[in-house]
């Protein structure tokens, strides 16, 4: 499939509102998406970024969770019908200021993040788009499922459509530095998070948390239930 037939594909499946992440869910994410979503919080605040670009915002997942962290948040996604959802979430919470596009905007920004997105499109079309729109030091922040954790596999055949979700594949910590390093990024941080699957242990902090460590293990990391990954755009 070309890269404009892999966007087409992804952008009818994003179109089907079963196929979209429902905006309860949005609006009160559950404990172990929290805990995520503070991973990336964690990394914005380190690196005193205030200004992003949510890359496949969906219908705010993430865009929401930086909403009310104060972030000035660009979303951005292929699929109209998800940020139509995504635009009337955020005015009943009352963020009538926030800004929706289907492609990146033409000026630079401080940092580019997302949730489940790297797997969707195709890294060597993108990165280099994603390298050019931020600005000198500019960073990307990214949560992706780990390939080389089997749950995953057994979890997006009964839920999804692997035409879709192929793209997990190349989500292995090896594939991901090699790729961030090709395309201009450097100081790459890879966090495993979650060695289990992540919503068994939804109901408990404690638990999420013994688990989410037990991913960023040596060995334990290879084959994480899920990725952080923070990388900076070099200056040459």
């Known amino acids: 499939m070309t890269a404009n037939g892999q966007e087409k594909a992804q952008r009818q499946y994003f179109d089907k509102v079963k196929n979209q992440y429902p905006s309860n869910l949005v609006i009160k994410p559950p404990g172990h998406v929290l805990a995520e979503f503070r991973k990336i919080h964690y990394y914005l605040q380190l690196h005193n970024l205030s200004s992003v670009v949510?890359?496949?915002?969906?219908?705010?997942?993430?865009?929401?969770?930086?909403?009310?962290?104060?972030?000035?948040?660009?979303?951005?996604?292929?699929?109209?019908?998800?940020l139509r959802v995504l635009k009337n979430v955020a005015n009943n919470l009352g963020y009538r200021q926030l800004k929706t596009a289907t492609s990146l905007p033409e000026n630079q920004c401080q940092a580019i993040v997302g949730a489940d997105i790297l797997h969707h499109v195709d890294m060597d079309v993108y990165l280099p788009l994603l390298n050019r729109s931020l600005i000198k030091n500019g960073r990307v922040i990214f949560s992706e499922p780990g390939a080389w954790n089997p749950s995953w596999y057994i979890y997006l055949s009964v839920t999804h459509s692997w035409r879709i979700e192929k793209g997990l594949l190349s989500c292995n910590i090896i594939n991901l530095k090699k790729k961030l390093e090709h395309y201009g990024f450097s100081d790459i941080k890879i966090e495993g998070l979650g060695f289990l699957p992540r919503v068994f242990f939804q109901f408990s902090d404690k638990l999420c948390a013994i688990n989410d460590v037990m991913g960023d293990w040596?060995?334990?990391?290879?084959?994480?239930?899920?990725?952080?990954?923070?990388?900076?755009?070099?200056?040459?």
């Open 54 to 82: 949510d890359f496949g915002a969906g219908t705010g997942r993430l865009t929401i969770f930086l909403l009310k962290h104060r972030y000035k948040v660009f979303a951005v996604d292929l699929s109209e019908k998800s």
């Open 218 to 236: 040596p060995i334990f990391k290879l084959f994480a239930y899920r990725y952080i990954i923070c990388a900076q755009k070099n200056d040459q």
